[in-house]
């Protein structure tokens, strides 16, 4: 059993990091205050090829393995979690299920400009009355000649507003439940798609989340993804991935809380030394280092899973689950560590702070993880 990153994955993380020093973090602060989409960042990871790192060259992707985007990931929300989130987005929940289920046409008509980075992607599957319970759902596709006409609304659909294509989940059989969910390629500009206003998060600010309208909107036959039916299983696939995608942004996040804590607490003086000699502060800072490590050998360990063509979903689920709870965790203590000015707009760990929040609930609340590996344990 081999702990250690290969040297290809160390030049990686050393590439990915002193781009994140140049154009990420002098941003960051600016991102998320006004807030403004990193369309300038976005536009420099394409030109690195980084928009579709785990797809084949032949798709327009960098032909690299799940955990070298995982590290990508990692290293972007470290410095920004709007830039990490809005990367993960586009590759684990728009790229895949077009990578996955997509014919050989969608490929190479969707698939490979995604990878380019020519346009970015989203995933349109939560509803105002449906998060959790996808059978819930209330967005219909009914056949119509050769397409379907797609009516209902969808919330909290992130990149959105900057999506050249849009993966909608919709009814085609609602006495089916989820077995009556489809899957559709709907491009930007189509007819009847409406992209709502952008929401004012509390966290993860620059990126770009709206609702999305389906007024009539038709789509060609062509266009369906993978088969009638196949919405629900297609879904749930792609978001077993992409978790391990929101326990990397976990840990970039959780690692910069870290960060922050152990450098302030070198500086800052109090009763005539820092209080790094403290041994309350020595006691958070160690408690931090040990779930920020014991985070990452998780979200490694499911990522090598995935690289392995092993079964991951229980994987997934534990990275997302324990890295997102700790970076809500050392978050607080990066707070505690700075005092008063943590608590202070503009300060870093303010940012980490609120940015955290948001890994235990999106892609699948810390309620759902615990589902899915009690699930995987029990049955």
């Known amino acids: 059993m081999d702990f250690n990153l290969t040297e290809e994955h160390k030049l990686i993380r050393a590439n990915v990091r002193e781009f994140c020093e140049k154009y990420v973090a002098p941003i960051a602060e600016v991102t998320d205050s006004e ?38 990931i990692e290293e972007l929300s470290r410095a920004c979690a709007t830039t990490g989130f809005t990367l993960e987005c586009h590759t684990s929940l728009a790229c895949y299920p077009l990578f996955k289920f997509g014919t050989e046409e969608q490929k190479q008509k969707y698939l490979v400009p995604l990878c380019k980075g020519e346009m970015l992607g989203a995933f349109a599957l939560t509803e105002p009355g449906a998060g959790t319970d996808a059978a819930a759902a209330a967005t219909v596709a009914v056949k119509d000649g050769d397409g379907y006409v797609l009516n209902g609304s969808k919330i909290f659909i992130s990149n959105a507003p900057v999506a050249g294509v849009i993966i909608v989940f ?29 929401l004012n998060k509390m966290g993860i600010r620059g990126s770009l989340t709206s609702e999305v309208l389906l007024k009539d909107c038709r789509v060609p036959e062509k266009n369906l993804l993978g088969g009638e039916g196949q919405g629900f299983k297609i879904a749930m696939m792609t978001l077993d991935g992409g978790r391990i995608g929101i326990a990397a942004q976990a840990l970039g996040i959780a690692q ?3 960060d922050e804590s152990i450098h302030y607490s070198k500086e800052r003086v109090q009763f005539g030394k820092p209080i790094a000699s403290l041994q309350a ?25 995935y690289d392995q063509g092993l079964p991951y ?34 300060h870093k760990v303010e940012r980490l702070y609120r940015d955290a929040k948001i890994t235990e609930i999106y892609e699948g609340t810390s309620e759902v993880m615990r589902m899915v590996v009690a699930g995987s344990l029990l049955r």
């Open 35 to 72: 807030p403004k989409f990193p369309a300038d960042t976005v536009k420099r990871l394409a030109e690195q090829d980084l928009l579709g790192i785990p797809y084949p060259a032949e798709y327009g992707g960098a032909g690299s393995d799940y955990l070298s985007y995982i590290i990508v």
């Open 170 to 198: 919709a009814m085609t059989d609602k006495t089916k439940g989820t077995k009556g969910i489809s899957a559709f390629i709907v491009p930007q500009g189509t007819p009847g798609l409406i992209i709502g206003k952008h």
């Open 256 to 258: 910069a809380a870290l």
């Open 281 to 305: 502060i020595q006691w958070m800072i160690a408690n931090m280092a040990t779930e920020v490590e014991a985070s990452r050998f998780l979200t490694y360990h499911a990522a090598w899973c």
């Open 313 to 346: 979903s229980k994987e997934a689920a534990m990275a997302k689950l324990f890295a997102s709870e700790t970076a809500a965790r050392q978050t607080n203590r990066a707070v505690q560590v700075h005092g008063g000015i943590g608590f202070i707009k503009g």
